[in-house]
């Protein structure tokens, strides 16, 4: 028996989500919080999607993606709707539509050899970028990689494939400390000046070669809990530098600017959320995973 569609919307989602039929989409990011919910969401909106990879990164206890995703995704109460309406056709879903990839996002071609990695882009239709670090402290090198440079496979999956859609998620902080009205635009820094291409995206190039010798001058003077201190402090005196409160919201404007001019004239849609919380109504009302921004405050009212 086939997972049944169930899901109520307005025309416009509607119509968007009829375009996956049939289609071959690869998620990133899946281990965390949201991944997970766009993930369920298309099983249970799209149950006649054409496949889903998933890039998982092992680890010691799962060293392939198959294994930590049946362990660590798959047994997650997101899909319990979904179990009880027919457990047989989720689990058939999973053993036939869901193909794991064991790489990381931060390396070269995910980490997977060429020709594997040129094969996935062959089979693909779109991409859901949705793999970050969402740490407002995070060592600046660690931000770097996942919240900007990663995103440079991803271009490369399009380069092999120039018709593949790309979904890149976002975050509506991206305008940092510009104030007033914002529109959903290109962001303009509001710190130190960054160059702008007529196109409208800003050529980071420059400002990334010039970060990435300060993590390495940072890097060649000190190791251990002082290092890690001190590429946070890193982190967040360019951030303001530029023109932003944090090195995650820093980094993902730079990955934003990657990604137009590396998929410019191609098919590139950024998703800019703001805080995410629990679940109004899909998959079941106040549904989440783990502690989120105001979540502390909403439990301990509740325990009252």
């Known amino acids: 028996m086939a997972i049944q569609q169930v899901h109520h919307a307005d025309t416009s989602s509607s119509k968007v989500l009829g375009q996956l039929r049939g ?3 690869l998620i990133t990011g899946t ?14 909106a799209v149950p006649d999607i054409g496949a889903i990879y998933l890039l998982i990164r092992g680890n010691k206890r799962h060293p392939d993606a198959r ?14 709707r979904l179990r009880e309406a027919d457990s047989e ?14 790489g990381e996002v931060t390396e070269a ?13 062959t089979e693909l239709d779109a991409v859901i970028n949705s793999a970050a670090s969402v740490n407002f402290r995070e060592e600046l090198d660690k931000a770097l990689a996942i919240n ?20 890149q998620v976002s975050t509506c902080y991206v305008n940092g400390m510009n104030s007033g009205q914002v529109t959903e635009s290109v962001i303009k820094p509001a710190g130190e000046v960054v160059p702008r291409s007529p196109d409208g995206f800003y050529e980071i190039e420059e400002l990334v070669r010039l970060l990435q010798d300060k993590i390495e001058d940072v890097q060649a003077r000190y190791s251990g809990k002082v290092l ?8 967040i005196r360019e951030a303001n530098r530029y023109g932003w409160s944090d090195t995650y919201t820093f980094t993902k ?10 998929l410019n004239g191609r098919t590139l849609t950024i998703l800019r959320p703001s805080i995410i919380e629990s679940a109004l109504e899909e998959p079941a009302p106040g549904w989440i995973e783990g502690v989120k921004v105001a979540d502390a405050i909403i439990l301990a009212y509740a325990r009252e």
């Open 253 to 262: 404007w730079l990955g934003e600017q990657l990604l137009m001019k590396a």
């Open 31 to 44: 281990t965390g919080f949201l991944g997970k919910v766009v993930l369920e969401k298309l099983i249970r």
């Open 109 to 121: 071609g995910f980490g997977i050899g060429q020709e594997d990695y040129r094969n996935l882009a």
């Open 89 to 102: 056709a989720f689990d058939a879903f999973l053993e036939e539509r869901i193909h794991c990839v064991t």
């Open 148 to 167: 900007t440079l990663c995103l440079r496979n991803i271009a490369g999956l399009v380069d092999l494939n120039p018709k593949l859609a790309v979904l």
């Open 67 to 80: 294994s930590r995703f049946l362990e660590e995704i798959a047994t997650s109460s997101v899909f319990d």
């Open 228 to 235: 890690e201190k001190k590429l946070v402090d890193l982190g």
């Open 23 to 25: 289609k071959r989409v």
